[in-house]
């Protein structure tokens, strides 16, 4: 598995998971790749935007992020058509895999998924965090219901 985050200023570096995810194994992943990204941004009115996978609505969690004063952006349940990150996640898949790449290595795998993460246009990113606010609009007059991004 493989975790990620960006902000209109940059994005985080890769986190490569293994196993099952829990809600410890999040939090640490916040504490390691989030946590030092929010601080060097340095921005005092920023909101984190994440789903409501069970690994990020468990208490512990909640209760990480708000010992943090992070500020969640509230968010319809089973909604990744939403969450920009998942537009990104296309534009690597399409990266990664261009003239029908092959891997023969998880290294070799994750070499290339780094090089896709850390060649993406700063435009791409901000003028996805841009769209946030229409998404929220949209999600507001569908009720939540899936949208079209």
Known sequence: MVRAAFGFNGQVDLAFLDGRQS??????????????FAENI???????????????????TKNYLNSKNVTVLEWPPISPDQ??????????????????????????????????????EPDILQTLIMSMKERVYDVLLKNGKTLNY
């Not at 340095?42 to 512990?60: C, K, L, V």
């Not at 998942?86 to 891997?103: A, D, P, S, T």
Request: net charge positive; glycine share 2%; aromatic share 16%.
């Open 23 to 36: 809600s410890p194994k999040y939090i640490e992943t916040l504490q390691n790749h989030r946590m030092p």
């Open 42 to 60: 340095r921005e005092r009115n920023w909101e984190y935007q994440h789903d409501n996978a069970p690994t990020h609505t468990f208490s512990a």
């Open 83 to 120: 969450s920009p990150i998942e537009n990104v996640w296309g534009f690597m898949q399409r990266k990664v895999y261009e003239n029908r790449g092959k891997f023969y290595s998880v290294n070799a795998l994750k070499t290339a998924i780094e090089s896709a993460w850390y060649n993406l």
